[in-house]
């Protein structure tokens, strides 16, 4: 390979590039030369059909190009042209080349004259020659590569290029226009040409390391271009700074094209290989992953390391391993760890770009990123960052640290009001027939028959500042929150409260309930005249579908409120609202149900406090929401019911340090997704309703601390997994079989569960036989047993359950008056179907405040 070129006196680029067979390699070079573009009148142009709109082929037929692009000539039998390019003016967005200049003498044989003009050598390597030329039917300069040495291999290795590059459509691909032989056989392939572009090799060279904010912007573009390749099928292979184009790099960010994929194949039949151990091995020593040096096969994880050794010789200006030989720096690559880039560079670089590169560079491919557009997003944060990772908790609590809360303010607010039957409002002996009615309010406003609650023991004195003293995540900031309702007029702030008719108003948790359809300048009010009253927010009351008509502005306002919990269920947030709210520190329960929000939009909670999020039936995530989703590390619950998160996306959130509740009900999650979890050991409730979970993935997730779970409408779930089930989580106290296929043999499973208080054994067809072993669970305190054939037998031994406050008999119509009075007689709630307009129908939970009192029928 000859490492010297004749230089331009004028421009001091090369003449012609004596490196490489190459086209993409050979574009930084001398153009003083090149002749001035024509008018577009002197282009030569095709006729078009007035029929079918097409061109009407008037050259010779026959040629490997004309039957690639024969698709797009007119076929009709009787053409009808219109005028030509020179008669009918048209605007063109590329240059145009003039077509009497200077043309380079070649062999007619060796250049594919009928179509291209050859203008100038660009470069010549040891398989071929590159021309820039004049395609004479467009009118435009384009990159022309012919082989001038033809062996099989050759032959072969250039094919599978031009396929590779031709199936690739990227902005950030350099794009293959056409392919083909030529009169006599010679192969060539017309490429784009990029006028002005230097190669990345080239700059860093002339202009040392680049600044980490370029730098940064041009492997967003790289990580783009790989991502689309690989979603194609295509690795590149044998990335390196000389194959990163740049063009119009004095404008800021530069236009980036990734060039000649399928090079290592090329490079094996043209070039000298490294050969290792007896083996073979294509690529570039400096680049190359260490499972290539081992041997084994090329992938995508192999790319992400090579990716990270162009981006640390960019930011550095050097690879990150130098050897002596070749075969050293394969060795270190195999076995050095790699240096940190601050210790071989002149500057001190942030930690996350050294973390970035740090894990590109992983020996272990597991260790690497799984996939290019992970790596794409965490780039793009480094120019983009939320502001909330870069306060320390010290800081922050010097800034807003504030007096605790008093006994007015600890509520338990969490956005899905899972709450002990047991323990409502707080410790104290239970009076069960009070008790139903007090707490019945709150049930209704998160729990439905289905009793989607938490139970804790009456013993347990859990209550919202108990928690907060032993969580360090939530601690510290909750004190930011304090109300001021202890010292303030407390009646002149209730009148204040109750001025605001859009909203109503509880006054003991600070709770602002929207009862009708909002404005912007309803918000405004409340955050310059409330905010200090104002601890959760809910955007969704009594009848209104949705809070359609608030803008990005609202949300601002929104922004303002000190809230510990905002619902904005079905409303019209989009990403740019959630924007604001992610800045709110003293937030923890977020409820975007049913809202536009993308994938994008959770980029803006990471850094938060937020620890319980709901974003089920949001349409617009998809499968990869879980890149965003498992960087919020203080998420403790989260709810993805309704959307397409992927496998991909619960492994990642499996990471999660402090994740206890994960709902997962009618997704696609399978057996596949439940491997995904099984290294999590935080995990204690799960929710996987309607999912297609076999008893592989119950025996998978074996080691999750699981307290509660619901398989609801699983039809998989048989008595097999029960049985299992029973067995690995012998501690459950909270379990929902509603609509599985469960017999008595899983039942007789579920008898053995001493620990259970809440059970949902709904629509089992089961009988009051393969019931009867319920009748164990003596710390049971609610059970649904709606629309099974039981009958007055088993609720006389209900009845003498000493803990059983709740009994759902709705669609039991084995049940009669006789045994519902039995149970109430015993203190027991009970929830029935209620005749209306003599039809026989299931309670909604509005209508159960109204017909259900406790020792009413």
């Known amino acids: 390979m000859v490492d010297a070129f004749e230089k331009c006196f004028s421009c001091l680029k090369p003449k012609t590039r004596a490196t490489g067979g190459f086209v993409t390699q050979m574009i930084d070079i001398c153009r003083c030369g090149e002749v001035p573009d024509l008018p577009m009148e002197a282009v030569e142009s095709l006729p078009t059909c007035r029929q079918c709109r097409k061109s009407i082929n008037q050259r010779r037929t026959g040629s490997m190009t004309q039957w690639i692009f024969r698709a797009d000539f007119c076929q009709c039998d009787n053409p009808e042209p219109e005028l030509c390019a020179h ?22 044989q060796s250049f594919p004259f009928e179509r291209y003009q050859p203008k100038v050598k660009l470069g010549v390597g040891a398989s071929g020659t590159v021309y820039m030329s ?28 031009a396929r590779t590059t031709s199936r690739l459509h990227h902005p950030n691909i350099i794009q293959v226009l056409d392919f083909g032989p030529t009169e006599s056989g010679v192969p060539y392939m017309v490429l784009e040409y990029i006028d002005k572009g230097v190669s990345l090799e080239q700059y860093i060279r002339t202009n040392g390391p680049l600044p980490l904010d370029r730098a940064v912007a041009i492997f967003g573009k790289v990580c783009s271009a790989l991502t689309h390749a690989h979603e194609s099928g295509v690795f590149h292979r044998d990335l390196k700074p000389s194959n990163i184009l740049l063009a119009d790099i004095s404008d800021g960010e530069p236009d980036v094209k990734l060039i000649d994929f399928g090079v290592a194949k090329v490079k094996y039949e043209t070039q000298e290989p490294t050969i290792i151990q007896g083996k073979t091995i294509a690529g570039t020593p400096a680049y190359m992953p260490p499972e290539m040096v081992q041997g084994e096969s090329f992938d995508a994880l192999s790319e992400t390391y090579t990716l990270g050794c162009v981006i640390f010789e960019t930011l550095t200006g050097r690879p990150p391993f130098i050897g002596a030989s070749a075969m050293e720096t394969l060795a270190m690559h195999s076995q050095s760890p790699a240096p940190r880039m601050s210790n071989v560079a002149e500057e001190e670089f942030p930690e996350s770009i050294e973390s970035i590169v740090a894990r590109c560079l992983s020996k272990a491919p597991k260790d690497r990123y799984q996939n290019l557009e992970e790596l794409q997003e965490d780039l793009e944060n ?20 504030a007096p605790e809360y008093t006994d007015r303010d600890r509520s338990d607010l969490q956005g899905h009001i899972e709450i002990s039957l047991a ?26 028959i289905s009793m989607e609650i938490v139970h804790r023991s009456p013993n347990n004195k859990s209550s919202a500042a108990s928690r907060r003293a032993d969580d360090p995540v939530r601690e510290a900031p909750l004190k930011a929150m304090s109300s001021d309702l202890a010292t303030s007029d407390h009646d002149a702030i209730v009148e204040q409260m109750k001025s605001n008719h859009a909203f109503k108003v509880d006054v003991a948790s600070q709770t602002w309930t929207a009862v ?25 009351g009594g009848s209104i579908e949705g809070q359609i008509d608030l803008t990005d502005t609202a949300y601002g306002y929104v922004a303002k409120l000190p809230l510990r919990l905002f619902d904005a269920e079905h409303s019209s947030i989009k990403d740019s609202g959630l924007r604001k709210i992610g800045t709110m520190h003293t937030l923890r329960t977020l409820d975007l149900t049913d809202t536009s929000i993308t994938d994008k939009g959770l980029r803006y909670l990471i850094g938060s406090n937020i620890q319980d999020l709901n974003v089920s039936s949001c349409l617009f995530l998809t499968e990869k929401c879980g890149r965003s989703l498992s960087k919020i590390d203080s998420l403790r619950v989260l709810n993805l019911s309704t959307t397409d998160v992927s496998d991909e996306s619960i492994k990642l959130l499996a990471r999660l340090p402090h994740l206890e509740e994960l709902r997962l009900s009618n997704t696609s999650v399978s057996d596949s997704s439940l491997r995904n979890l099984s290294h999590n050991r935080t995990i204690k409730r799960l929710q996987l309703g309607g999912t297609k979970i076999t008893i592989d993935g119950i025996r998978a997730i074996r080691n999750l601390p699981i307290e509660q779970i619901k398989v609801q409408s699983c039809k998989a779930f048989d008595d097999d997994c029960m049985i299992l089930a029973a067995k690995q989580w012998p501690n459950l106290t909270s379990l929902d079989v509603d609509g599985t296929p469960i017999t008595g043999r899983g039942l007789a499973s579920i008898g053995e569960l001493q620990t259970l208080e809440l059970l949902t054994v709904a629509k089992l067809n089961a009988s009051d036989e393969a019931m009867r072993p319920l009748l164990n669970l003596e710390n049971l305190v609610s059970l649904n047993l709606a629309e099974n054939p039981v009958s007055d037998n088993l609720m006389s031994g209900f009845a003498r359950m000493p803990k059983l406050i709740r009994v759902c008999l709705t669609g039991c119509a084995g049940v009669t008056k006789a045994g519902v009075e039995g149970l109430k007689a015993a203190g027991k709630d009970v929830v029935l179907s209620k005749t209306i307009g003599g039809t026989n129908v299931n309670l909604n939970k509005e209508a159960l405040e109204a017909l259900i009192v406790p020792g009413e029928q």
């Open 87 to 108: 008669q009918k003016p048209r605007k063109h967005s590329f240059d145009f080349v003039d077509d009497d200049g200077e043309e380079l003498e070649l062999s007619r």
């Open 134 to 161: 004049r395609d004479r039917l467009l009118g435009k300069r384009v990159a022309v590569k012919v082989l001038h040495e033809l062996t099989a291999g050759q032959l072969i290795a250039f094919q599978d290029e």
């Open 382 to 401: 480094i120019l983009s960052p939320n502001p909330l990772q870069f306060v320390s908790t010290d800081e922050y609590n010097a800034l807003v640290l």
């Open 423 to 448: 323990s409502v409002a707080r410790p104290r002996p239970i009076n069960p027939k009070g008790f139903f009615g007090a707490a019945l309010v709150v049930i209704l406003s998160g729990v439905f």
């Open 516 to 540: 009708e359809r909002l404005s912007d300048n309803d918000l405004k009010r409340l955050a310059d005249r409330s905010r200090d009253v104002v601890r959760c927010l809910r955007l969704n």
